[in-house]
């Protein structure tokens, strides 16, 4: 048995690291954390200094038994968890659930998986930080609190099973806010002047810019007529250099937001694959908010850079972070070889590797070098000038390597490299065409997830570990969609001077699409302004902002967290009671006026079961009238003619081959009904424009879809494409079209290929099948296990054998046996009418703070304003 036991948060990075230590050395995963606050309760004694009950969950209990095990028969117990507060609460945790002894336990860190960088580490062991876990304890315990008490306001007072988090709830009123700006937005439009000259020569043109704009038509138009007959000339002519900057290396924000505006990642993706970049060693630690690069790693850049692009290139640079919060942090984020200029692995992989790399070697190269040219164009017939700006790049510096994207979308579209033909001051210049076009102000842009990101990191809301779990929460609770819409076709105004002749048109252009935008639901809206009016400290920015500068200190050991706690706590607990007791139930209820028939009034809210508009009240004496609100409306927008024309939905069609049609509106959107069946028509397009002859097309299209296109066995074949991709459909089986295959021109082959392969799986699937009961034991791709109804349950060991039970004995297993290892999972899972809860484990005791466990130590002295 190796003499040292180390352990890390993952496999994968377990791997590298073994392969750099010698035989001495044994390393081992926790598989991130092994413990945590007890589940189905608040696991907070709010009494007592809001000690925490823990327990390892039922999925750990192995992997720390297996722990304990190594961990009694090595000489020194090595804990090399994360470099942060979230990491360093991972070693707490497992030095108090493995029962470790303080003389026989080293803590280690580092910011890269690299053999130099881990055996520096084994030389320079340290104990627990008690601050940073002290730091995490008060943010995982704030954040269990305002859970725990909000989630079961909501429940009453605005819909069940609805939560509530802390910087969730902020994320989402920046979303909510943002929308009802662009909503009140009312485009201003202005005409702006452009131009394009000609020197004389072949292929010698100047584009210029009038620098005001006219707010009136007649204006622009008068500014184009005045010039019918004018003679241009360059009054001015200015020449001087200019330079710009590389970016600093990569934070955990800027990678985000960079991945995302060039890669199209989503900031979750760009987390799960920077974190598999670093447990195989290829880059540092992904969760910081330090631009600082190490002596080594600057060392390193030069060399790459003198070798592969020369001297001149080089330029050394230091950075400094401005986040005042940036204490645990070493680096930003680098490859750990800077001569790597790619990487093995998957697409995402190399492509997210080849933007830190470009990153971070072009934040120590030389600035770019410009010639920047203005010229001033008079027209003889206006005081006013046109403005000509371009620029030659004299030497690229940084821009070889890389150019920072923008999120800024106000800006108009400019050519990047508009290159001026050599001009002289006094030269005369030729109009070949000059436009006056009707241009209109933008609503702010929506966020998009980086810019979320990056507008979070502004406002010093949550850090760098919280930025994907906040993205991916709001949109998993239902509060916030991240999609894209269509734009609307608007009109401008054209007045053109060519030849000598004006001429005017108006033009169309579709304004307003989205791409990628993060958008409220309406329910996301309803418990915002829920929110908003009766706990404005929780979705406060700069209450928020100042907890996170109270955990800050709480690391840096200057503010003791169970007295942060209460000063936030005692407020915050007598507002839910309040609240509990005073607060009417909300569903965002807008009344948008009276319906004509009946004189009732028409309200648009949330319901049950979604958004909708209702006519007439519960109290009167007939029942109000209600309909859904199309995907497209919202609560917040829907006008009463559009709710009015929610209520002609259904609506009858004439019978189609002996079949009723109908058009309507279900959960699952807008359909045609024929017979029995249900189409679904097309996304946006509206239900309400659906006539006799649409329905049709519809109607055949849906036949012909479902025609068949072979039979196999007697039985017929069809085609469909759904959520996963082409796939065909035979006795009921949905088999999947891999792109090996050609979908549209499948051979009988083909079919029988796929048909075969699917039936010698499902025949290989099942060892036994409950179908009554919807219970299974079904063979898996990590082994067999227990499918109930849609939960996959371990089958654990065999208690006559105390191991893992064989396929024989599977195969016998009686239903009351599997339901017996359901029930040790799903304690209440055959009880009537149960809320199916799953195993919380062992639980653990009340847990002292980290503070009380830590040595005795000096406090460290506040510094007096």
């Known amino acids: 048995m190796a003499k040292n036991l180390l352990i890390v948060e993952s496999p994968a990075k377990a791997k590298t690291i073994e392969g750099y230590l010698g035989k001495d050395f044994i390393v081992k995963s926790s598989y991130g954390h092994i413990r945590d606050l007890i589940k189905g309760d608040m696991g907070i004694d709010t009494n007592n200094d809001f000690a925490q009950t823990y327990e390892v969950p ?10 304990k095990k190594l961990a009694k028969e090595a000489e020194m117990v090595w804990l090399a968890s994360d470099e942060d507060r979230e990491g360093e609460a991972i070693s707490w945790h497992l030095f108090e659930t493995l029962g470790l002894k303080e003389n026989k336990t080293k803590r280690i860190v580092f910011h890269e998986i690299t053999k130099p960088a881990i055996l520096k580490a084994i030389e320079s062991p ?47 009123r920046l979303i909510v806010d943002r929308e009802r700006e662009v909503n009140k937005f009312n485009a201003a439009a202005a005409y702006k002047i452009t131009a394009r000259f000609s020197t004389g020569k072949a292929r010698e043109f100047v584009k210029a810019e009038l620098p005001q704009r006219f707010e009136q038509e007649a204006e622009a138009e008068k500014f184009v007529r005045d010039c019918v007959n004018a003679g241009f000339k360059i009054s001015s002519l200015e020449t001087k250099p200019a330079k710009r900057n590389p970016a600093a290396p990569f934070t955990t924000s800027t990678l985000q937001q960079e991945a995302s505006r060039k890669l199209g990642f989503p900031v979750s993706r760009t987390m799960q694959v920077a974190q598999r970049l ?32 020369g001297q001149k290139y080089h330029q050394l640079r230091t950075y400094k972070t401005k986040s005042a919060g940036a204490q645990e942090a070493h680096e930003a ?31 120590q190269m030389s600035e770019a070098l410009f010639e920047k040219t203005t010229a001033q164009i008079a027209v003889s017939t206006r005081s006013e000038s046109l403005v ?46 000059m436009n006056a076009t009707e241009r209109f102000s933008r609503p702010p842009a929506r966020y998009t997830e980086a810019s979320l990101v990056k507008k979070l990191e ?44 004006v001429t005017k048109a108006i033009k169309t252009e579709i304004t307003g699409a989205e791409k990628s935008k993060l958008f409220p639901t309406d329910i996301g809206e309803v418990v915002n302004d829920f929110l908003v009016e009766h706990f404005k400290g929780i979705v406060d920015f700069n209450f928020t902002a100042k907890v996170e500068k109270e955990f800050d200190e709480i690391a840096q050991g200057l503010q003791n967290w169970t007295k942060m706690l209460h000063a936030f706590y005692t407020p915050f607990h007598k507002e839910v009671e309040v609240t509990t007791e005073t607060a009417d139930r909300a569903n965002g209820e807008r009344l948008l006026g009276v319906d004509p028939v009946s ?98 097309a519809i109607i055949e299209e849906k036949i012909t879809a479902d025609a068949p296109v072979a039979h196999y066995e007697g039985l017929p074949v069809t085609k469909g494409t759904g959520r996963f991709g082409p796939f065909i459909k035979w006795n009921d089986l949905f088999i999947n079209v891999p792109k090996a295959y050609n979908f549209d021109e499948l051979s009988d082959s083909d079919i029988k290929e796929l ?24 063979n898996g791709r990590w082994g067999p296990f227990i499918r109930f109804g849609k939960d996959m349950l371990k089958l654990g060991k065999n208690p006559a054998t105390n191991e893992k039970y064989t396929p024989e004995e599977l195969a016998v297993l009686s239903l009351e046996e599997v339901k017996k290892l359901i029930v040790e999972q799903v304690p209440n899972a055959f009880e009537p009418k149960a809320t199916k809860k799953k195993a919380a484990g062992t639980k653990v005791a009340a847990t002292k703070s980290a503070a009380a466990k830590a040595p005795a130590k000096k406090k460290a002295p506040v510094k007096k304003k």
């Open 599 to 696: 004189g009732k009034n028409v309200y648009a809210k949330v319901g049950k079961f979604g958004p909708l508009v209702q006519i007439g009240q519960n109290d009167d004496e007939e029942k109000p009238k209600y309909a859904s609100l199309m995907k497209s409306q919202s609560v917040g927008t829907v006008t009463l003619e559009d709710a009015l024309e929610q209520f002609r939905l259904p609506f009858q069609l004439e019978n189609y081959k002996d079949k009723e049609v109908a058009v309507g509106v279900g959960r699952f959107g807008p359909y045609v009904k024929w017979g029995e069946t249900y189409i679904s028509i097309p996304k946006n397009e509206d239900p309400l424009t659906v006539d006799q002859s649409r329905a049709i």
């Open 458 to 501: 502004e406002l010093g809301i949550g850090r760098p570990s919280t930025y994907a779990p906040t993205i991916s929460t709001i949109q998993n609770r239902g509060y916030v969609v991240k999609e894209d819409r269509d734009g609307r076709s608007r009109s401008f105004g054209s007045i053109i001077l060519e030849n000598g002749e």
């Open 333 to 363: 984020i680098r490859p750990t070889y800077f001569d790597q200029h790619t990487v093995t692995g998957d697409s995402s992989e190399q492509r997210l590797y080849e933007l830190i790399w470009k990153r971070a070697i072009a934040s």
């Open 58 to 67: 039922a999925d750990k209990k192995q992997v720390v038994a297996e722990l």
């Open 126 to 172: 340290r104990t627990i930080d008690y601050n940073l876990v002290n730091a995490q304890q008060a943010r995982r315990v704030l954040d269990r609190l305002v859970g725990f008490e909000l989630s079961p306001v909501l429940w009453k007072k605005v819909k069940p099973s609805l939560s509530a988090g802390r910087v969730q709830s902020v994320a989402v």
């Open 388 to 433: 000509a700006e371009g620029e030659v790049m004299k030497f690229d510096g940084f821009l070889k390597v890389y150019l920072e994207s923008s999120d800024d979308e106000d800006a108009e579209d400019k050519d990047n490299e508009n290159i001026l033909p050599p001009l002289a001051k006094g030269q005369e210049l030729s109009l070949n065409v």
């Open 755 to 778: 048909i075969g392969k699917k039936v010698e799986k499902e025949a290989n699937r099942f060892i036994q099948q409950w179908t009554a009961d919807k219970i299974a034991i079904e």
């Open 278 to 309: 670093y447990e195989s060693g290829k880059i540092t630690y992904m969760r910081t908010d330090s631009v600082n690069l190490s002596e080594t790693a600057l060392t390193a850049a030069a060399n790459e850079i003198n070798s592969a692009y």
